[in-house]
């Protein structure tokens, strides 16, 4: 009887794990002992890590992009559009429901379909909404708008916490800040404010650099500040304590939340996030304790950091204890919070060198101490190209 594996979801984490086990079985797929669906409604892999360059035109869209067909395994179907948009999940049943009403039975189901923007949980957010979070077409207007920026206040809002890849608003701070003191020149005429939903910017050295540049560069953090509406027309933010920040030009990271197929399947805790073993990466929630059921990447437990790095050593654990159960051997490993944050305080121009460093950490061991370089802002760009031939396959 042939073993189907359905993998909900072709982003990155969905296909490291796609790519690694078709490697592994190949003589499985081969014989029809196996079989490795994958199901997304986009034919097109995007690296969301790059809408943060975008705005100051260090990455093209072609860069950021490419097909799937040329990403994952052709011994993997792959299924896309209407055919490959989930509309239900059975853990009960382990049958997935796609939107043109196929139902496909599974022997292991890995959930990996990213999480999305929630504008509307935000009031008022949507009637001034300039993010780099959501797509390229927003990511160009916003460097649209800061290309003819001459002066006033930038607030760059985080709603509320969680949300995919939570370094990027900082990151993309320190951009700004260098974009307009060393490409526009008119720094001083620009007041940067980060509007910051909690305490700590990450872990406790994370948070003392990033402290302590901004700083030095003269950018105003407000912390503690989570947004409860906006006023388009007076230009202010109102946080759910009642605090006011005024504006003029809002770049607003809006709160996310899992896809609504998953929502509307019972699947989420309260907080609208998909539960999990922190160490198994297993399905434990309100559906019930599946061990044949992974879950993996921005839409997992609250509680895990979602970031790309987090996506990559997550999809490696599952794909490594997916081999182990397919082969029978009663072997598990451990997924230990492996995850990290690229940072970028300085961007290179033709008369300043680009500084950046990867911080990485797991569960109960958080980074050291560290300084941003000339050499982690090369490494971090290469990273992006490196992306595709090697990061998404599964190679490493």
């Known amino acids: 009887m042939t073993e189907r594996v359905l993998i909900l979801g072709a982003g990155y984490a969905g296909s490291v794990v796609a790519n690694i086990l078709a490697r592994e079985f190949r003589n499985k797929i081969a014989k029809d002992e196996l079989e490795i669906v994958v199901f997304d409604k986009n034919k097109t892999s995007i690296?969301?890590?790059?809408?943060?360059?975008?705005?100051?035109d260090l990455y093209t869209p072609e860069d950021i992009i490419r097909p799937r067909k040329k990403l994952i395994s052709p011994r993997v179907k792959s299924i896309y559009g209407e055919g490959g948009e989930v509309s239900a999940v059975d853990l009960e049943k382990r049958e997935v429901t796609v939107?043109?009403?196929?139902?496909?039975?599974?022997?292991?189901?890995?959930?990996?379909?990213?999480?999305?923007?929630?504008?509307?949980?935000?009031?008022?957010?949507?009637?001034?909404?300039?993010?780099?979070?959501?797509?390229?077409?927003?990511?160009?207007?916003?460097?649209?708008?800061?290309?003819?920026?001459?002066?006033?206040?930038?607030?760059?809002?985080?709603?509320?916490?969680?949300?995919?890849?939570?370094?990027?608003?900082?990151?993309?701070?320190?951009?700004?800040?260098?974009?307009?003191?060393?490409?526009?020149?008119?720094?001083?005429?620009?007041?940067?404010?980060?509007?910051?939903?909690?305490?700590?910017?990450?872990?406790?050295?994370?948070?003392?650099?990033?402290?302590?540049?901004?700083?030095e560069k003269g950018v105003e953090v407000i912390r503690n500040f989570q947004l409860a509406s906006v006023d388009a027309t007076n230009k202010e933010l109102t946080s759910k304590n009642g605090e006011k920040v005024n504006y003029d030009l809002l770049i607003a990271v809006p709160p996310h939340k899992a896809p609504q197929a998953?929502?509307?399947?019972?699947?989420?805790?309260?907080?609208?996030?998909?539960?999990?073993?922190?160490?198994?990466?297993?399905?434990?929630?309100?559906?019930?304790?599946?061990?044949?059921?992974?879950?993996?990447?921005?839409?997992?437990?609250?509680?895990?950091?979602?970031?790309?790095?987090?996506?990559?050593?997550?999809?490696?654990?599952?794909?490594?204890?997916?081999?182990?159960?397919?082969?029978?051997?009663?072997?598990?490993?451990?997924?230990?919070?492996?995850?990290?944050?690229?940072?970028?305080?300085?961007?290179?121009?033709?008369?300043?060198?680009?500084?950046?460093?990867?911080?990485?950490?797991?569960?109960?061991v958080p980074p050291a101490a560290f300084k941003p370089t000339k050499l982690g802002w090369y490494l971090y760009r290469m990273y992006y190209h490196v992306h595709w031939d090697m990061s998404v396959k599964g190679l490493f």
């Not at 690296?47 to 100051?56: A, I, M, S, V």
């Not at 370094?167 to 404010?193: E, H, I, W």
């Not at 929630?285 to 879950?295: E, I, K, L, Q, R």
Request: include cysteine; charged fraction near 20%; glycine fraction near 10%.
């Open 262 to 364: 998953l929502i509307d399947s019972g699947l989420t805790d309260d907080k609208g996030w998909l539960p999990a073993d922190k160490a198994t990466l297993q399905y434990r929630g309100p559906a019930g304790n599946f061990d044949n059921v992974y879950v993996l990447g921005d839409l997992g437990p609250a509680d895990i950091l979602k970031t790309g790095i987090g996506a990559h050593y997550q999809a490696i654990a599952v794909s490594q204890n997916l081999i182990n159960r397919i082969y029978g051997n009663g072997m598990e490993i451990s997924y230990e919070g492996e995850t990290g944050c690229p940072i970028i305080t300085d961007t290179e121009t033709p008369t300043t060198p680009g500084k950046g460093y990867i911080a990485t950490w797991k569960y109960g």
């Open 47 to 56: 690296n969301q890590g790059g809408f943060t360059f975008l705005p100051f």
């Open 99 to 215: 939107k043109d009403g196929k139902k496909y039975r599974y022997t292991y189901l890995v959930i990996a379909m990213g999480c999305r923007a929630d504008m509307e949980a935000v009031a008022g957010l949507a009637d001034d909404l300039n993010t780099f979070y959501t797509s390229i077409e927003d990511a160009l207007k916003v460097r649209d708008l800061v290309k003819n920026m001459d002066g006033g206040k930038v607030a760059i809002s985080v709603a509320s916490m969680p949300i995919p890849c939570p370094g990027a608003p900082v990151k993309f701070t320190f951009m700004l800040d260098s974009y307009l003191r060393n490409v526009k020149k008119n720094r001083d005429d620009v007041q940067l404010t980060l509007v910051w939903p909690m305490e700590p910017i990450g872990p406790p050295e994370f948070n003392k650099m990033v402290s302590g540049q901004f700083e």
